[in-house]
Every structure is written in structure tokens, then in C-alpha cells.
């Protein structure tokens, strides 16, 4: 125990004292002057008692200005940590829909999904990344790209050259492979990174997994591909495309041409004006970066292409009316033809009906052919397969028909009756199949299912036109041609649907041929790059 003095009565007390049993004054306690030992307060600059200057080593620490060199650090360190959080942060963010991000849209030609924060955007036949304010952080200069995946993004700097993967300031962190490889090795998929690896090609455009730090590493234990449901269905309403929730309540009204899976709280939707797409984000309480003036466009565009299409139908009708003037012309001129007719040779019997469309062949009273023809010169040919096909030889001169050089057939009646018409609305023949209720409501079921086909065909186009320009295995290529694909799937299922009631209902030979060989085509444009 030591003795101090009492800063106000000066009596001398014990330093343990909280107060001075002579006055009652409180007795401060901690810093005493070194000189004296009176006690001091931690805002004198002298000793009260003696006068002595009070210097900053008395308690060994000088609490002010220390307090303040503390703050001052860490206001330094969290100002750092922010900065490393915000390029470093790959959580899942909600983006906000602003006046900001709808100007920055509609600067660039094209744009994808937002991951990460970030969205890719095209300009200038270039691609970059703009964030959720409509900043373009990374610049429009690479030829291809992918989003943005655990903090890294693989980027094309030229066609056909290596990859890079870039971090969200742009600077690049791995280089040295390819974007695809020549042994299946995957990598024809959107290039990105899961579970700290990745798929890439070595030199050899060998199939290899790297790491976050560009070494190659073992492949991973093969997973399947999550699919997260983001709680929304698409519908369509009068050829548009909207939104609804899990309830089926609509959040986005239906009023563009495509809307595509929300990501980080947008979607990315579009409205397709022919050569030109207007691209946007809309949010799932149906605000957009859509202007009026977008919607504007896309109905001038529509309105002209239904003008179009009213052209096109006038063309066609004259075109069927000028048709059919040449089919009556025809059939006066090759009336002729038109009945049945028979040649018996070595104990056999043929048999010809032919009508203005159909011909029916029989052999001793068993049908080996009923279809349509087509007159080639002076020969009449049906039943064709493989490029080839049977025919009949026709003397105009003396309206016969020969079955060879020298043979002819005897005329037993005049008038095709063989029960099948290939055009319902030239028939006038009441055994036409077309003239039956299940035969027209087959043949409307038909003409539907095309219009269907025809509808989904043009869904397409701006898929494919993508797939044109963009760079083959790229994020957006890939993107592109599945949706082609998925909506090609669904035209050929109807024009299948079609090409088997033409078979088992209308047993249209012209009809079958004409839909089998639209079939053909869906099939390779399915599948053509």
C-alpha cells in the first residue's frame, strides 16, 4: 500500500481508498506523477501538485491518439475485406430491375442470364459483362464467352485459339487449353466450373479436369446435373409468352416471344422482331427493362408479317385457281383416260381404273396398287419407290393404252370410280373418302397439325439464327441450339402425328409423300449445325 495526496484537501490517503476520509472527495484512480506521486487524471497535461509535465510514457500507453490509430486500422481492414467480398462474393443476389440496367440493355445487341451478379452482353460482333447496375465492368473484346461460375468465367480472346478464364475484374487467371475436345470428352457443354473443377482440352484437344488454380486434376465422381426449379411455368396466350407461379397465379402477363428460366430474381425474355431481337430482363412481379417503344416495334413487325402472309394467300389462291383452270384443261384434253380398262395375257387378267387423280391396278381381281400418278410424256407412272416406278404406254393418237409395243387394253367403261380422291375440294365423287365425315374431320386434323408445324418452325428461327453467329461449343451457341432442338422435337411429334393419319385414315399416297418428305427435312435440320 502506498500513500497519495488528496487532489482537493491534500491530506495524505491510501491509494486504496475510493474516497478521501478527510474531505470525501472521490479518489481517482490509475496514473500518479512520477515525480511526486500525486495522483493524476488522464486529461492533465502538469502535475497539479508539483507542476511536472505529465509525458506520454506515465501509464505506458497513450489512450487517445492509440483509440484512433486503432479505428483508423480497422476501418482499413473491413474497407479491404469489402472490396475482396464483392469481387470474390458468387452468392446468389436479387437483381433489381432500374431505370439504370433497362438504358445499359438496350445498348448492347444481345445479352444472357445474370450469374453471379454478372451478365453477358454483345456489341460490335464482341462480347463483356455489364453488373447488376448496367455497369459494363468487363469490356465487349472477347469472341465468345460463358457466365460467370465460382467466381470465374472462360472466355474465347480469338476464334479457335486457346481459352482463358478470366475473374470478375477481367484479368486473367488461367490460359493454355481449348474449348473442346476431340474424344467426347464433354466439353461441348457450357464450359464451367462446379465443385472447384472444371472440363476443358489440353493441346492435344484431349478431354482434362483442372482446378481453380489452371492444373489438371482427376476427373470428379460423375454426378447428375441439378436442375433447380425456379417455381414458375411458361404458358402461351394468342402466340405470346408469359409467366405464372407455382399457384398458377400470372406474374409475368403474356407478351413476349420467349421468357427464360429466373436467375438470381430475372429472366431473361425477348421480343423477336424477324431480323431484328430486342432483348431485355423482366422480374417475377412482371417489371421489365422493356420501353414502350419495344413493344411498339414488335407489333409494327407483326402487322407486317400478317400482311405478308395475306399476300402470300392471295398468291397462293390464284396460284390453286390458275391450277385448277389447267387441271379442267387437262382433263378434257386426257378425258379419255378416265374408266376402266383390262388386257388378258397367258391365263391372266389386268385390271386399270383411273380416275382424274387415282389409279387402282389389279391382277386377277387382288389390288396391287391404288394411289396417284403422274403423266410423263406418253407414259402414265405410279407405284414409285426408290426412284423407280411402274408405268402404262399411252397412244394419244388412237386414246389407248398399250400394255407393250404391240398390246393393247379394251376400254370396258367410261368414268374413274375407284373410291379415293386426293383433293377433297375437287371431289365430286360420293365414295370419296373426303366426302365421308371421318374422312374430312381426318383431313382437317391434318391441316391443323401443318399449321402447328408451320407456327413452330418459325419459333425457331431466331434460335438458329443465333447458332449462326455465335461461335460453335460457346455458352450461347449451346443455349441456342437446344432450344432449336426442343422445339423441332415438338414439330416433329406433329408432323409424325400428321404422316399417320394420312396413312391409316385418308390413305392418300400423294398426301403421304408430301408429309414424309417435310418429315425428312425436320429430322436434318434437327440435327444440323
Known sequence: MALIK?????HEVS?????????????????????????????????????????????????????????????????????????????????????????????????????????AVY??????????????????KYYGVSPFSEGLACVYVKEDYPIEFI?????????????????????????????????????????V????NGNITSRPKEQEDEYVNDGTVRFDENGKVGAKDSLGHVIVSAKYSFIGDFSEGVALAYLYCGEKTIYGFVDKGGKSTFFDSDFNELAQYENDIEELKAEKRKEEEAKQAYLESERKIEQQRMGWLYGTWTYSAYGSTAKVVISDDIITVSTDGNTIYNGSYEIRGNELHYNSHNGMSDYIIIDSNTHRLMADERSYFNKVSSGGNNGYRKNPSNSSNENSIYSTVEGRQAYLEVLQLQKEVRALIDRSAPYRSI??????????????????????????????????????????????????????????????D
Not at 473 to 496: H, P, V
Open 6 to 10: 488528496c487532489k482537493e484537501c491534500g
Open 15 to 119: 491509494d486504496k481508498a475510493s474516497t478521501c476520509p478527510n474531505c470525501g472527495c472521490p479518489i481517482e484512480k490509475g496514473f500518479v506523477c512520477k515525480e511526486c506521486g500525486n495522483p493524476i487524471s488522464t486529461t492533465d497535461a502538469i502535475c497539479p501538485n508539483c507542476g511536472c509535465p505529465i509525458k506520454e510514457n506515465n501509464s505506458g500507453f497513450k489512450w487517445k491518439k492509440s483509440f484512433v490509430a486503432f479505428a483508423v486500422l480497422l476501418s482499413f481492414i473491413g474497407g479491404c475485406y469489402g472490396i475482396w467480398s464483392v469481387l470474390n462474393d458468387n452468392t446468389t443476389k436479387e437483381i433489381r430491375i432500374t431505370q439504370e440496367l433497362a438504358d445499359a440493355v438496350h445498348r448492347y445487341d444481345e445479352i444472357t442470364e445474370f450469374h453471379e451478379g454478372y451478365a
Open 167 to 207: 475473374d470478375k475484374k477481367g484479368k486473367t487467371v488461367i490460359k493454355g487449353f481449348y474449348g473442346y475436345a476431340i474424344n467426347g470428352g464433354g466439353t461441348y457443354a457450357v464450359i464451367t466450373f462446379k465443385d472447384g473443377v472444371c472440363c476443358v482440352a489440353d493441346k492435344e484437344h484431349n478431354g
Open 467 to 528: 447458332m449462326k453467329r455465335e461461335v460453335y461449343g460457346s455458352y450461347n451457341y449451346q443455349t441456342a441450339r437446344m432450344q432449336n432442338m426442343d422445339i423441332l422435337n415438338a414439330a416433329i411429334q406433329r408432323q409424325e402425328k400428321a404422316l399417320r393419319i394420312a396413312r391409316n385414315k385418308l390413305y392418300d399416297e400423294s398426301l403421304i409423300r408430301e408429309l414424309s418428305g417435310q418429315l425428312e427435312t425436320l429430322n436434318k435440320a434437327k440435327y444440323s
Open 209 to 212: 479436369w483442372i482446378n481453380k
Open 123 to 140: 456489341k460490335n460482333g464482341r462480347w463483356g459483362y455489364i453488373n447488376s447496375n448496367g455497369d459494363e465492368v468487363i469490356p465487349c
